[in-house]
C-alpha cells in the first residue's frame, strides 16, 4: 500500500507564489508517473502537470511558463512551484502517484487565489 500526503497550499494573492510538495511512502515501490491534479466545485478534476520518472514534463496549456513541476525519485517527492498565481487557479491540488497499474492519491489541498 502506498500512502501520499500533500502540503503546502494556502491564500495567496493573483500574481504571487505558492509551493505544492507530495511525499508518498509505504512498502517499497518504484514510482512511474508523478504528477498534481486539480478539481475545482462543479468540475472535472484536470491535470496540471505530470513527470515521468525519466524526468519529462507536461502541462496543461493554462500554467505553461508559470508552473514547473519537479521530482527526486530517492525520496519519492513530486513538488510543484506556482508562480505569478491566477484567481481562476483556485481549486484543490491533488498529487497522484502512480504505481505499477494504479494511481494512487493524496487528500488534495486547497489553494485560493484572491485579493
Known amino acids: 500500500q502506498v500512502q501520499v500526503v500533500e502540503s503546502g497550499g494556502g491564500l495567496v494573492q493573483p500574481g504571487g507564489s505558492l509551493r505544492l510538495s507530495c511525499a508518498a511512502s509505504g512498502s517499497p515501490f518504484i514510482v512511474n508517473n508523478a504528477g498534481w491534479y486539480r478539481e475545482a466545485p462543479g468540475k472535472q478534476r484536470e491535470l496540471v502537470a505530470i513527470?515521468?520518472?525519466?524526468?519529462?514534463?507536461t502541462y496543461h496549456d493554462s500554467v505553461k511558463g508559470r508552473f514547473t513541476i519537479s521530482r527526486d525519485n530517492a525520496k519519492n517527492t513530486v513538488d510543484l512551484q506556482m508562480n505569478s498565481v491566477k484567481p481562476e487557479d483556485t481549486s484543490v491540488y491533488y498529487c497522484?502517484?502512480?504505481?505499477?497499474?494504479?494511481?494512487?492519491w493524496g487528500q488534495g489541498t486547497q489553494v485560493t487565489v484572491s485579493s
Open positions: 513527470m515521468t520518472r525519466d524526468g519529462y514534463s
Open positions: 497522484g502517484v502512480g504505481v505499477r497499474a494504479t494511481t494512487y
